[in-house]
């Protein structure tokens, strides 16, 4: 979770923002699950499989950026297949304010 973290903080807002992460401690948020758009799994070797794995499990928190969803479609494809009401997430807006590229999705 760290790498990636860190891999989408500095491709979306460069080395400031990066030098912020490292001195950063997320407030982690708990948000419904149904605020979430239905979104196609992936379109890579991530798959049906590879998500059904993570039912159950202890998973880490969604990526999001104010309203925009920015990563985690397969933990959120397997909540919802467990029945699950919420999820927990960090928001990279506490790190940099806008977040340039295409999100997974906008959140409801």
Known sequence: MQILLFELV?????????????????RVQTLPIKIF??????????????????????????????????????????LKQSGAASIECIDLNEVFPDYPYEPTGILL
């Open 37 to 78: 758009p239905s979104v196609p799994l992936s379109t890579d070797y991530r798959d049906a499989q590879y998500a059904s794995a993570m039912i159950g499990r202890l998973l880490p928190p969604i990526v999001i950026h104010g309203n925009k969803w920015i990563d985690g479609r397969h933990r959120i494809w397997a």
């Open 10 to 26: 500095e491709r979306a807002a460069g080395e400031p923002a990066l030098q912020k992460l490292e001195k950063h401690s997320f």
